[in-house]
């Protein structure tokens, strides 16, 4: 085995600076992306950020890397599409809650039970930010917003929950007011054979007066911490993702190895498709015109 | 020339498609041209197929208009389309099972009654799809085709069944034939056969053998008629030619993984008919936003909505047209034949890689579906494949990588991922030449009003690559056939068939629909007599698209809506009535009032119905004058009632049983 040759934070800066509000969580999410990206030693063009539409899904603009910025809950089809082009690269879905929770839950769901080889890490911020304050799939039942002014009537999706029924075989959540912890965990994600979902606890300094850093600071503690618990046992990953209140588990819920999308694919044992020769060869054309006369 | 039409019908799962694909390889093999057209008759109880196999002694460009043999698999199709056969043709059947009314024929039509059971007798047990192969070997006789030829076909057919398959399948067609050869003689059909070997292709497999030679290396799909074929034939060959084929969740996922694709380096396609297409709109103008190349294919049905899913139409023109919010380039491809899908694949690609944008491929399921036999050439190995500008290092110690550089030619060379030294982000937000945003704190309006310039300003190059219309057929017609599309071969015969009838026509055919070469078509159309848009869709959307282009309105218009194909006669006879003055009259013809009364009597009565003689009735107790359709049992013929259908309207007003109506 190789070995890793760490890249300095630096690597990864990136052409503007974030745009984002004072204080607001993804900051840490944002750093602890570039972190866990130099700790597995990727070099800026082996790695592709693709997000969506949002505040947090601004990400892939803000560091050195190969990015999309994609339509609103479509970033994981489209890192799936990149994926299989070329499975060489390291993609990494970065967006909010809305994006993959709401509009784009119905990708999540299928990326996860194909386990395509992608780390998903989500920004949950409980709101919607970038449209100035609606409900979210994540806002907790009875919070006021803009556009729930006699509270939520809904309750939230329990995306760690989702996630382990769904297929997911790395299922983690973060605090982006710890990016050691949450780099850690990315890290975990992006080297994990499989579909990894992070989830990140990232507060909305703005428009989310409910769910703040105090609010998660006097709330998380980390499973790593916790004496017995075992990350290869799904049913205690079930039964711990439904931990909320007083105390909220934050950390590796689930891992375990199973075959990977790609695996699949005849023709992606042959090494990336994009390098592939473009054409078919001459006598597997002429089978396919044989077959028709 | 010398041709037959052969049409076979009969019930879903009767078999007769393969029946007609080794008609049809039989003729193709022995150097004839074929166009095959398989309609699904809703006129017809119990779901029913008629399949249309017309043969030719020269390359056939529609199914024509004439019936001369048919194969009846059941009693349905010897009812509904025994008095269509021509003179000097016959009717196949099954006379074990089926009864042929010889009053429904037209004079020197021949009737062929086939006792399959007594003809298969001498070899044992045989399962009940074998009629077919009966009548297929008595239909060789008659036709005059190659017994030997037909063997051959179902011998590779049959291949991956064993030899003893094969053995009986050759030994049950021989039956058919001689006994054939014994009780019958020939239609008289006498063929020149050159054994030329032309490959016999539907529309969308054209499509997707044209995509793997261009070097297509991913095709995403979600299931949906009629561009479902696409999927089935990449995914039975994807090992072979090592593509990626994947059915996503919903064509939200097919089109964005497949930009995805398209991005990471790779020639990537999706299908989809127009149901799909509307959810994939949003993602078209991401592509041409990001600038990554994508190839779409939109195969049209009936619509609106779910509309007529297995019947064809041109109505999803404003869908493609206005497909996504906000002005991006992008390029719309309309194939009129099949050898023109394989080679629009080929094109597509090359456009869309290099020029970085979405092209989109509009066929219909007539196109997609049917089959037909094309040249050899048609379909060539060395198709050009040209990937536009790539950059494959960047030093960054020079400055950072411009993906979307401002250029004179509006396409600024590409990188893809894994590019040493030119990471970038493509972004669906606006962006400058970096592609950093330019919608949030760096909001900068001549940026981009110049970045908005240098994308459009592709579709410039893109215009003086295409080929400009041409006009085919005498400059001085009296009148000239304008079309886009799937009706190319129909309306090249319609206006043969004019000619005969001393109807000078021209034909101007529109295969790039966007950019349009507005200048080249308007000079065209303005030395023109008399214009008629012809087109499969209610509202004439091509017709006021040439108008918003070049200011010009057709003279009159062709269209059909009906789920069915237009036929060459379909377009003689209008053509005739405009140049005549005639007004199009929609009344319900006696024909369609026997089909409405079909449609009634699958949806409210019973099998022993049948419509028998129709009788127009000016004014009957409603506001409009009267189709009454008696309907008699089929195995007495006594009357048991009457259908009564509004003329104008087509309102099935009432069912009288013939106790009431007495």
Redesign the interface.
Known sequence: MATVIELPIETYAGPVDPDWCPGCGDFGVLKAVKMAAGRLGIQPKDLVIVSGIGCSSNLPGFIHAYGVHSLHGRAVAVAEGIKLANHALHVVVTGGDGDGYGIGVGHFIHAMRRNIDITYVVMNNQIYGLTTGQASPTTMKEVRTKSTPRGNPEPPINPIALALVSGATYVARGFSGDPDHLAQLIAGGIAHRGFALIDVFSPCVTYNKVNTYPWFKQRVYKLEEEAGYDPSDVMAALHKSFEWGDRIPIGLFYRDEHPIYEDSEPALRRGPLVRHPLRPERAVFEELIEELM | MREVTVGIGGAAGDGLDKTGDTLA?TA??LGLYVYAYNSYQSVIRGGHIWLRVRIGERKLTSHGDHLNVLIALNQDSIERHAREVESGGAVLYNSDRLKLDPTLLRDHVLPVPLPVSAITKPLGKVPPVMQNTVALGALLFLIGLDFETAAGVLTDTFKHKGQAVIDQNVAILRAGYEYAKEHFVPLGYRWTFTHV?????TGN?AFA?GA????C??Y?AYPMTPASSILHWMAA????????V?Q???E??VV?????????????MCGTSGGGFALMT??IG?AGM?EAPVVVIEVQRGGPSTGLPTKTEQGDLNQVFGASQGDYPRVIIAPGDVAECFSAVVTAFNLAEKYQLPVIIMSDLLLSEHPETIE?ED?R?DVP?ERGELVTEWDESKG?YKRYAFTRSGVSPRA??????????????DHDE????IS???TSPPVRRKIHEKRMRKLEAVLRELPPPVLEGPEDAEVTLIGWGSTKGVIREAVEKLAEEGIRANHLHITYLFPFHAREVAEILRRCRKTICVEANYSGQFARYLRAETGISVDAHIRKYDGEPFEPRYIVERVKAILDGRPLSLEVTEEEAREIAYHYIRTHLDEDARPGRISRLERDGFEEPIWNVEIVSRETGRKRGRVLIGIETGSTYRWEPEEAAS
């Open positions: 390889k193709a093999r070997r032309r490959p016999f292709i497999e053998i793997v030679t261009a070097g290396k991913f995403s060959h994807a090992d072979r030619c090592g593509i990626v994947k996503c969740e919903d939200l996922a964005n993984m497949a930009i995805g694709a398209g991005y990471a380096g790779v020639r990537a949003e993602a991401q990001i050899p379909l190995y494949i950072r893809l991922p894994g590019t040493e030294g030119a990471m970038h982000t493509a972004a669906t937000d970096e592609g950093i945003l949030d704190v760096f």
